[in-house]
């Protein structure tokens, strides 16, 4: 196997130097974790599936105009990325009361918000990632007023397409988290979604049973973790349907028994 340089190792990826300047690897592990890191586990073929599921929604945002770092999908767990310089803020995007929101404020989860907020939180795991305001990011340089305009409009509009997205599919999109970075083009920087979209940063309901079909199964201790993730995959379109798995499996033992 060829050695590769490893950038940085998160809790759920791992960055390695890309193939070209400028590009990245990035590779999805199956480890989660919950509570800034205090709980810890693993879910089972959950790397490849957010790869997968990640993969899926951020070529589709790109068609809609939406800029992010993905470059494609290298492998079952890999995925070709432009690095970027990671903006330090973490934005939550809101459509249903749920988690921190309903903890912090006593809404009830499950509550309609009668507008989406969109919410800030510092990325510094030794602060446990705390929520900041505006005049935050502002005062300590985080993100120029410009960056936090075009933040703000690419995660409505994000928010606009996955809502559509998972709606098609029976699922409620009740809040997720998208984190952003720069690129430079000479002296000129502008800011591309980047990091991931799977089931560990988002909340998805069943629209029927509001069953969670997210990391909130892994945080709670619900269990079917991954049962959840694959069934995300599988309304989506992204693993094959049972008669389409039966039909690869009669194909591959057709050809055993011809001998190819
Ligand atoms: N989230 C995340 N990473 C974090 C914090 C939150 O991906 O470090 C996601 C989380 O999965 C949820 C949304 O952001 O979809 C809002 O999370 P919340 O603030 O309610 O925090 P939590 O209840 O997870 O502590």
Redesign the pocket.
């Known amino acids: 196997m060829v050695r590769r340089r490893q950038i940085y190792e998160g809790k759920a990826k791992i960055l390695y130097e890309g193939p070209e300047p400028g590009t990245l690897i990035q590779y999805f592990k199956d480890d989660a974790t919950?509570?800034n890191a205090q709980k810890r586990g693993t879910i089972s073929g959950k790397g490849v599936l957010n790869n997968r599921i990640s993969e899926h929604i951020f070529t589709a945002l790109q068609t809609i105009g939406v800029p992010t770092h993905f470059i494609r999908r290298l492998n079952m767990r890999e995925q070709l990325i432009r690095q970027v310089e990671i903006v330090p803020i973490?934005v939550?995007v809101?459509n249903v009361a749920?988690?921190?929101?309903s903890?912090r404020l006593g809404i009830e989860e499950g509550t309609q918000l009668p507008r989406t907020i969109i919410?800030y939180?510092y990325k510094d795991d030794a602060l446990g990632?705390p929520l900041i305001a505006d005049e935050h990011i502002a005062c300590f340089g985080w993100a120029s007023q410009d960056e936090m305009n075009d933040i703000a409009d690419m995660a409505i509009r994000v928010n606009d397409f996955m809502c559509g997205l998972f709606a098609a599919i029976g699922i409620r999109l009740?809040?997720?988290?998208l984190e952003f970075g720069r690129v430079w083009d000479g002296d000129y920087a502008r800011v591309i979604l980047a990091d991931e979209i799977s089931p560990?940063?988002?909340?998805l309901w069943d629209m029927k049973t509001s069953e969670k079909l997210?990391?909130d199964r892994f945080?709670l201790d619900l269990g079917g973790e991954a049962e959840a993730y694959q069934e995300i995959a599988r309304r989506l379109g992204l693993l094959p349907e049972e008669g389409e798995e039966n039909a690869v499996l009669d194909l591959d033992s057709h050809r055993k028994k011809r001998g190819r």
């Open positions: 919950a509570f973490e939550v809101r749920a988690g921190s929101l903890k919410e939180y990632d009740v809040d997720f988290k560990d940063g988002c909340r997210d990391k945080r």
